[in-house]
């Protein structure tokens, strides 16, 4: 029964109005997601980018490493004062923990200042 539809279908009787309509849009669409498709991988990362890309991307990942380089140094710092106090005063655990959260707040204090964003809420 299913070899006698796709017979029908195939080729054996022509297409109705409605059929070749509905097939001049379904061309239609795939050229216009044909060209939408190729347009969108002109802007991805693909090789063969532009200059400008390239170099906005570089921009980017120095921006990016500079700011967790910022975060990591303000942790870092303040774990290590707090070691540092502890081994001196003999406070254990207490000033390994404060220095650290103060590193913290030191760390994205610092972030935030160097991404611009309070120096634009200032003005």
């Known amino acids: 029964m299913a070899e006698g539809t796709d017979e029908r279908r195939n080729g054996s009787r ?4 409605d ?12 050229q216009r997601l044909s060209r939408v498709r190729g347009h969108r991988n002109t802007g991805t990362d693909q090789p063969g980018d532009s200059s400008e890309d390239q170099a906005a991307r570089a921009r ?10 910022e975060l ?5 710092v303040g774990a290590a004062l707090g070691w540092g106090f502890d081994r001196l005063l003999s406070t254990s655990p207490f000033g390994l923990i404060v220095f650290f959260l103060l590193g913290f707040v030191a760390g994205v ?3 935030v200042r160097s991404a611009g964003v ?6």
Do not use: H, T
């Open 109 to 111: 204090v610092n972030v």
């Open 60 to 69: 980017g990942m120095a921006l990016g490493f500079r700011l967790s380089s």
């Open 19 to 30: 059929e070749a309509a509905l097939s001049a849009r379904l061309e239609s669409l795939d």
């Open 72 to 76: 990591i140094a303000g942790v870092v």
């Open 14 to 17: 022509d297409k109705s109005p």
């Open 118 to 123: 309070a120096s634009r809420n200032r003005q």
